[in-house]
């Protein structure tokens, strides 16, 4: 595994790779360094775009790509129940499915640019694996994942799918929990020190950040801390 995320790293430094995003999609550019270490977690990234509106054309982001299996089970689970992105595995068959549009330019009548399948034919898995590296009986260790958001024009995808991947464990606590937890600890360290300005100063921020999440309710979910 770690040739071949060493493989897709250079990839992404190389200037014809560089040259070829800047000629598709030169915002995606700014968005090279998250891609990088969302493949440095394994997930192996073939596809994607970020998310963006600017009049009348919209985008919806997307990431497509493979990972170890083993890993795929708890991360699609972690996608689902922790944000609100479609996470699926994309099925191998001879059997096409119906395209889902992610780019489009509203105009008189609605025109679709570019779409998504969850579903890919043998060959287009084949020439996949062959580009990545992936050989002979190491393709049974890996499936094909895509990730899109549902929201048009929203720029978070990667960032949620950064923080998924770091979860190594069937365990997650929400950023949320994570302020409650060093609230408490500050808590008992002003106890402690009662006097002490820069504990004050402290809970009072983390005070206030609690209180923003429980005003957001299900946004709040959607910041990562990292």
């Avoid at 440095?40 to 299996?69: C, F, P, R, W």
């Avoid at 034919?121 to 580009?131: D, L, N, P, V």
Wanted: aromatic letters at 8%.
């Amino acid at each position: 595994m770690d040739s071949l995320i060493k493989k897709q790293l250079k990839l992404f430094d190389s200037d014809a790779f560089i040259a070829e995003r800047e000629s598709e999609d030169p915002a995606m550019i700014q968005h090279l360094d998250i891609l990088k270490k969302i493949n440095k977690h394994g997930y192996l990234t073939t596809n994607s775009q970020a998310g963006k509106k600017t009049g009348n054309d919209m985008e919806k982001a997307y990431i497509t790509g493979v990972m170890l299996a083993e890993d795929a089970a708890l991360f699609i689970k972690n996608m689902s129940v922790h944000t609100d992105k479609i996470v699926a595995e994309v099925v191998i068959s001879e059997q096409d499915t119906l395209p889902i549009p992610v780019t489009i330019s509203k105009n008189k009548k609605i025109d679709v640019h570019t779409h998504l399948r969850f579903s890919m034919f043998k060959s287009e898995a084949a020439h996949e694996f062959k580009t990545l590296g992936i050989t002979g009986s190491d393709r049974n260790k890996f499936v094909f994942v895509t990730c899109c958001d549902p929201v048009w024009g929203r720029v978070e995808l990667f960032d949620a799918v950064l923080e998924m991947l770091k979860i190594k464990k069937d365990t997650y606590v929400t950023p949320k929990d994570k302020l409650k937890d060093q609230l408490k600890i500050v808590s008992d360290l002003l106890k402690k020190n009662p006097s002490d300005s820069d504990l004050q100063e402290r809970k009072k921020e983390l005070e206030l950040r609690v209180h923003d999440y429980k005003e957001m309710n299900l946004l709040a979910d959607r910041i990562f801390l990292f």
